[in-house]
């Protein structure tokens, strides 16, 4: 497949079609000292303008293929068989309306809980290449936001699109969002499967509550680290009602059933914490195929612009040579 690496070149192809209009008006109309006018009426007429198109249009699509090298196409294909320690995680992030809650302390301001959480998710992601990872969001409902994947690239794009409110935000689904991490699991033969779980409620809808899924959970050999979001002194302050707090009994009952570990992010120190904690645990060795091969093709597109641009030039000194100078 053919991939750009820094398409964000490519909005210079905007200003393409106002440097053909600039380039395209009409000019001085040619000038030259001879004995009759009458053989010159023809040439009198003539503008910059149409000899000038052609060399325009050369103009034009050299820069394009200059803009499309700048974009550093790629051709990427191959695979390989490789050793890696790792395990298979899916990630189960709340999306409810509360996580807006801004109670994370960052550099001297407020966060709110679901930025703070894809932050730290994001570090947490690039620090674990060889694992497989999946993300499942949950409100009223839940969605599997991302498969099971080695292509973090991927994941992270996915990650950097959540927005509260992407899925009804009114109410907490903690047992839809646990089975729907399940239905990626299940099927696959990783010796360590875990499961993150990260809300700042309690569940409060949903068709399967939170320890059915848990037991299931339990049955397939997948353990569960829960983190509960959110400062309860911060809380207090802003004077918010006790549902803008995770149900850390619940959450505990969930980890303890499957030989996870619960943990508690009042803080933003303490959220880091916990996912370099998690970061040490669960690792096992096991072969990947991989695929990952690049070569560059952006001599494709500047050699022909570099062509082009001496075309141009050589038009201009011989054939479409303009006068007055």
Known sequence: MIRFLQPEWFWLLVLLPVLAVLLGRRGRV????????????????????RPGRWLTLLSMAALALLVTGMARPQWGHSSANIQASGVDIVVVLDLSGSMNTPDYM?????????????????????????????????????????????????????????????????????????????????????????????????????????????????????????????????????????????????????????????????????LEAIYNNIDKLEKTTHTLKKFESQRELFGWAVLPALGLLGMGLALQQTRYRRLPW
Do not use: C
């Open 30 to 49: 040619a000038a030259v000292q001879y004995s009759s006018t009458q053989t010159l009426r023809q040439v009198a007429r003539e503008t910059r303008r």
């Open 106 to 270: 960052v550099n001297g301001r407020r966060v709110s809980r679901f930025n703070m959480a894809k932050s730290v998710l994001t570090k947490f992601v690039g620090e674990r290449p060889n694992d497989r990872i999946g993300l499942v969001v949950f409100a009223k409902e839940a969605f599997t936001a991302s498969p099971m994947t080695l292509d973090h690239d991927f994941l992270l794009q996915n990650i950097d699109r959540l927005r509260i409110g992407t899925i009804n935000s009114d109410a907490t689904a903690i047992g839809d969002g646990i089975t729907t991490a399940l239905s990626r699991l299940r099927s696959l033969k990783a010796k360590s499967k875990v499961i993150v779980l990260m809300t700042d409620g309690g569940n409060n809808s949903g068709k399967i509550g939170p320890l059915m899924a848990t037991e299931a959970a339990k049955a397939l050999g997948v353990k569960i680290y829960t983190i509960g979001l959110g400062s309860p002194q911060i809380v207090r302050q802003m004077g918010l009602p006790a549902g803008y707090l995770p149900d850390d009994d619940t959450l505990k009952k969930i980890a303890r059933m499957t030989g996870g570990v619960f943990y508690s992010a009042d803080s933003s120190e303490k």
